[in-house]
Structures are given as C-alpha cells and as structure tokens.
C-alpha cells in the first residue's frame, strides 16, 4: 500500500513570496491533515478536511495560508506571501476515519525555509 | 496552550537496557493515545496507541502504559536497540489530534 506522498522535500524561498504545497494521501482515506512542525516543537495542526469539505481549520492563519482539497482526494497548501516565521516542515497526513481510534498516516514532509 | 506535553526533550540509553518516555495531558476527555516515531529528515511513523478504556498494550518491545487519574502515559521500550534512537511524539485523539515536543532518545551501543 503506497503512503502519503507530499512534494516537494525542499523548498527556499525570500520573504513575501508565494509557495505551494502538494499531498496524495493514502488511497481510500477520507480525512487529511495538514501539519506545520516548527524545530524543536511537536506537529501543529493547520487544516483537517473530511473528504473535500474543512473539519477544523481554526488554526490557520488564513491571511496568508489557504488550502483546499478538491474532489477529496489531492490536497494543496499555499502561502501568500510568506514570512520568515513560516519556515518549518510541514506535514500531510491521511487517517481512514478522523482522529476516532484510530492513527494517522504522515508524509516524509516539506521542509521550507523562508529568508 | 500546549495539552500534551513531554517534559523530558532528551534520553540516553544503553543498549539492552530499559527506555522510559514519559508524557502527560490535560484534558480528561480523550480518549485514544498513540506513540510515534520520527526519524530525521523523515516524516513520523505510528508507533503504538492505547484506548482510554485500557491501561496497557503490548507489541513486541513496545508497551504503553496509560494512567487516566493522573492523566500519564509513558513508553517502555525494552530492550533498547541502537536503531531506537529516534525522536518519539505523544499525541492524544480529541477532535483532532495533539502533539508533545517530542523526546529525542539515544540508544548507546
């Protein structure tokens, strides 16, 4: 069974550039996670969807960050423009059935850096 | 507010020897636990869970110990190998899943 795959590994980019990231989460799992895990500190969620619709996405800073998952598969997660603090690794992740007993599957991540 | 907490960021162990990882939470209402392990450049990987309704749960060299009255659960790893070393999360299933910081364990050989 293949995993969650997220593209691309790395990415460097200046301050108030955009940037977009790609995940395909594990075939048949409705709920995707993404995750923004800066240096140091655990996984912070960003945006949980349930097929194609948000669950939570309370932690988002929707002033710069948008994501959307479009016939509840692929997802992508964008920042416009970015600063200097949004450089972390950030994390997709796909369970078959939201967070009820049961674990989520994460991707190898995103690494950004932001200068 | 940070609900899931690892208090300890690192630990060394000698191989074959006992590794404890400890975590604790603050909201009594979850109900379902899990371990992960993260290797660097690589993203986490399930570990082990437990459920609010147990206290233990064993698989191979990994058992999770749950103390719901004071909101404690640690990892025992035994015996530690080298390829244990690895930074492991706690995380707690609410409506969504809460993360420790993670503790970085070494595994001397």
């Known amino acids: 069974e293949a995993g969650v795959a997220q593209s691309p590994r790395y990415k460097i980019i200046e301050k108030r550039q955009s940037v977009a990231f790609w995940c395909n989460p594990i075939s048949g799992h409705a709920t995707l996670y993404w995750y923004q895990q800066i240096l140091g500190q655990g996984p912070k969620l960003l945006i949980q969807?349930?097929?194609?619709?948000?669950?939570?996405d309370s932690q988002l800073p929707k002033d710069r960050f948008s994501a959307e998952r479009l016939k509840g598969v692929d997802s992508t997660l964008k920042i416009q423009p970015a600063k200097l603090e949004d450089s972390a690794v950030y994390l997709c992740a796909s369970s078959s059935r939201g967070t009820m007993n049961t674990e989520a599957f994460f991707g190898q991540g995103t690494r950004l850096t932001v200068v | 507010d940070q609900q899931v907490k690892q208090n300890s960021p690192s630990l060394s162990v000698q191989e074959g020897r006992i590794s404890i990882l400890n975590c604790d939470y603050t909201n009594s209402m979850f109900d379902y636990f899990l371990w992960y392990k993260k290797y660097p450049a690589e993203g986490p990987t399930f570990l082990i869970s437990?459920?609010?309704?147990?206290d233990k749960n064993e698989d191979g060299r990994f058992t999770v110990f749950l103390n719901k009255s004071a909101k404690h659960l640690s990892l025992h790893i035994v015996p530690s190998q080298p390829g244990d070393s690895a930074v492991y999360f706690c995380a707690a299933s609410g409506n969504q899943f809460y993360f420790g910081t993670g503790t970085s364990l070494t595994v001397i050989p």
């Open positions: 969807f349930q097929n194609n619709g948000v669950v939570d």
């Open positions: 437990i459920s609010s309704i147990k």
